[in-house]
């Protein structure tokens, strides 16, 4: 009887183990799915943008209010020691401290993109994403650890080194897996939203955590989410045993896409639409304080209701870009207006609600030049170099670094010698004298509706393993076949059997390559 039990017991127990082979099965071959991969990697470099927005705001109510509490234990110190000196001189540094502390991120970062771009562009995209990552994770671990300034700043700075790899290669990615213009504009919407979400929701978040739980508890949670996503990236992208980089060729190097003149454009339209948001950020509570003698709340939740329209223009460019492809320059255009009239109205407001309105003026317009211009900076890639994305990326990284490194040190000063009132005046008017310079990439623009691969502006057609190996999954899916299907006959030029040799032929009436 005990035997006939054990046996229907094992039965029971092989069953069991047989489903769960089952489905974990079907789960590897879900997960290999070509289209369900990519929305995988989307929320992956979500995720970790929105970890690096977090982990870069989160300390804004904590770090502060930390260091002060550090000082206020060492004044004692130095009363009980007799030495006052030191101390004084201490306070009078206080304020220069926090301001090189909060860009020494943004400092790192601005300094390492250029090397991590090149990087990037030789190795993939999968595995500096897991080492930003991994960096991000250990620098979390030293917030939640750190005891005095020098530690916090060397967590400071080693989140710039984590975001320098984590950011440009997970936008980079998306691009690269979204090729088409509607879903590459609609994935980087996607995660614009997410950075808008973790820049905003972070210092409430960590507020209240701080507030209530402790310092430690806000870097844990963050920590812990970043170790999940982390797993996620291993699990899914295999980064160590991926071989599809042997398939790309090399990238084109950073220094000739900074002398683009298209890509120069660019750069300086993000750098310039984000100066307003860098400078007005470390400098509007203490204009707060003064000239609307606004309370902590007021000025904890100063740029909260801003994520509702950030949110709506995303989604509006996003429409529009689809409908009217050629007009992303436009829609730039108008968000940097749009942000110059804003940033002019912030000194003229009288209280919390008034102040409300232009802010959320200036995250509306930073939604719609970051919306529309980051897709085009990989177009500008596809059309006029070699499709591989790091580089051009590690730029837009850097012209957001050039603003937020200026911002905390170089705002404060202005205030200071010139006033708050000038400082927006003149943010407001370097934003509108730069929205005529996107008329330049009108002419880019314009190929975007019958443009949207690289391999469609090829002169020789395909040259090279990885063009060929783009154009055959275009078309696979132009006549219906699946991509474990046969493949298309390739010949000893890396060419399809049949093809003509130049589209040019094919398509006369296409626009002409710039």
């Not at 940097?336 to 003026?361: R, Y």
Request: proline letters at 5%; hydrophobic letters at 45%; one cysteine or more.
């Amino acid at each position: 009887m005990a035997a006939e039990e054990s046996g229907g017991l094992a039965q029971t127990a092989a069953v069991k183990l047989s489903e769960m082979g089952e489905r974990t099965k079907q789960l590897g071959t879900a997960i290999q799915d070509p289209e369900r991969q990519r929305r995988i990697i989307l929320v992956i470099v979500c995720v970790a943008l929105l970890l690096d927005n977090m982990l870069y705001m989160v300390i804004v109510p904590i770090v502060p209010d930390y260091l002060a509490r550090l000082e206020s234990e060492s004044e004692q110190a130095h009363r009980v020691t007799g030495n006052s000196s030191s101390n004084s001189t201490q306070n009078e540094n206080f304020d220069l401290q926090i301001g090189v502390l909060f860009a020494s991120k943004a400092i790192l970062q601005l300094i390492v993109n250029p090397l991590t771009g090149t990087f990037i562009d030789r190795v993939g995209y999968d595995i500096p994403l897991l080492i930003g990552l991994s960096i991000m994770f250990v620098s979390t671990c030293i917030f939640a650890f750190a005891e005095n300034y020098a530690t916090l700043f060397v967590a400071r700075s080693l989140q710039g080194l984590g975001s320098a790899f984590a950011d440009t290669s997970g936008i980079a990615m998306i691009a690269d897996k979204f090729t088409e213009e509607s879903e590459r504009s609609r994935a980087l919407g996607i995660a614009l939203a997410f950075i808008s979400f973790g820049s905003l929701a972070a210092p409430p978040f960590g507020g209240v955590l701080y507030e209530f739980a402790g310092k430690r508890v806000p870097f844990f949670v963050l920590a812990c989410i970043c170790l999940a996503d982390g797993i996620l990236c291993m699990t899914v992208l295999k980064p160590f045993s991926s071989r599809t980089r042997e398939n790309m060729p090399v990238g084109t190097p950073i220094y000739k896409l900074m002398i683009d003149p298209y890509i120069a454009v660019v750069a300086g339209a993000l750098t310039t639409c984000n100066i307003p948001l860098a400078f007005l950020e470390p400098t509007i509570a203490n204009w707060m304080e003064e000239t609307m003698d606004s309370s902590q709340w007021e000025i904890g939740l100063t740029w909260l209701p801003a994520f509702f329209p950030h949110i709506l223009g995303v989604y509006l460019t996003v429409k529009l870009a689809a409908q009217y492809p050629h007009l992303q320059w436009f829609y730039g255009a108008l968000g940097m207006v749009i942000i110059g009239a804003s940033s002019c109205i912030v000194p003229a407001c009288k209280n919390f609600e008034q102040l409300i309105i232009p802010l959320c003026g200036i995250c509306f317009g930073i939604a719609l030049v970051d919306t529309a211009l980051l897709p085009t900076l990989a177009f500008l890639v596809d059309v006029r170099h070699v499709s591989v994305y790091g580089s051009v990326y590690a730029i837009a990284d850097i012209s957001y670094c050039v603003a937020y490194a200026l911002g905390p040190i170089v705002a404060g000063k202005i205030v200071h010698d010139l006033g708050f009132v000038q400082l927006n005046l003149g943010m407001g008017l370097a934003n509108v004298l730069y929205a005529p310079a996107l008329l330049f990439l009108r002419n880019v623009c314009l190929m975007k509706p019958s443009h949207s691969e690289r391999n469609m502006l090829l002169e020789e057609g395909a040259t090279g393993l990885y063009d060929t190996i783009r154009m055959e999954e275009r078309l696979r899916k132009k006549h219906g076949y699946s991509s474990s299907g046969n493949c298309v006959p390739i010949d000893e030029n890396g060419t399809f059997a049949g093809q003509s040799k130049s589209f040019s032929e094919e398509e006369t009436s296409e626009p002409e390559y710039i």
